[in-house]
């Protein structure tokens, strides 16, 4: 008898994203009535705005409900050159591929580009979903360490030692999820000049953009450093963190002509286009939400804060202030626990939902969302001061 139920086929060997399993463990416990305080996933609290929401209601009654062309809606597309070029990076509305969400265009863009015996550099601590996508193309994922001290860059001498004649490309996500590190313009020139000089592509994942607090790091798209850089660049963007869209499924990527033509063709496949009436929702927000957008960068940038005073104060937890998106990375090896039982123990006992490390490279760290509200924030932070005091006391017991 064929054994179907642990044969794996390519992909069925994916364990799930970390994230949404924390959110997953969350909602489920708040149905039973807990008050969860969630700083799992990253997810702005705030609700779409309204006009944007009008704009896809205004699309449906309109009837624009039935396919588009698989790359998205000109209008959009168009909108979204703009955008990038106006960021600095040439662009034209055929290199735009409006895809299901940034996951889908980074997932697309590494199952076009690599396979079996090609490798990819990830830096770590990196996100989740960057390693399994690498896995699912078949490509090997090469892991470089980068570090805190370092402003989590790759340097010089990692690219020397890892590149090599496999290696197809590079995972770049500034700001970072999950570190909220920057890269500086001198770094992001060594590894756009180095991807040059030896023939790699760049992912660029820039779906944090918005969310850049510091005026001494401001966000540097890559591909805006040089038409070379640019074209060895697929950067990838989402209207989720910035206009407060994560359910919308909606974002973008510009790349060379050549790998466009790659992504959109297994987009053909695997969805067809993007939800129509959702993107005349992106095209509105485009058009008219920049002012929405800056308010909530605003906010965040008063919660980040608001949440590393309050996260000083807890004792045994070691964590920098992050630059930009909206989580920090704390340091739990205080306590003696993996980052799977420390948030397990947490959920449990202080009904606090957060990501384990372990799914971002780093066994011994804890990523928390600020994305949420200030009393929110207070409340989660005076619940987690008591469970890390008694994880301490447990410890010298
Ligand atoms: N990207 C967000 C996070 O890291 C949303 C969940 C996910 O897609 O992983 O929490």
Redesign the pocket.
Known sequence: MKDLEHTTGLLGALPP????GT?KKGILLAQQGVEVYML????PDFDTPDVIKEACADAMRRGMTKYTIPAGIGELREACAEKFRASGIDSTPEQIIITP???FACGGAIAALCGPGDEVILPVPY???HLHMIRASGAKAVFVPTFRENNFELTKEDLEKYVNERTRLVVLCSPS??TGAVYRKTALEMLGNYAVEKNFMILSDE?YEALAYDEALPHIPIASLSPEINAHTVTINSF??SYAM?GWRVGFLTAPMWLVRKIDALQTHLVANVTTFAQYGALTALRECGNECVKMKNAFKARRELFCSLLEKVPGLKFSRPSGAF?VFADISSYGLSSTEFCDRLMEEAHIAA?PGCGFGEDSFV?F?YACSDEVLKKSAALLADFCGKLLEEKRA
Do not use: D
């Open positions: 994203s970390e994230t949404l959110l799992s996933v990253g997810e969400g940034g996951k996100w989740v979903s999820n999950p779906v989720s963190k994560t989580y990501a990523r969302s």
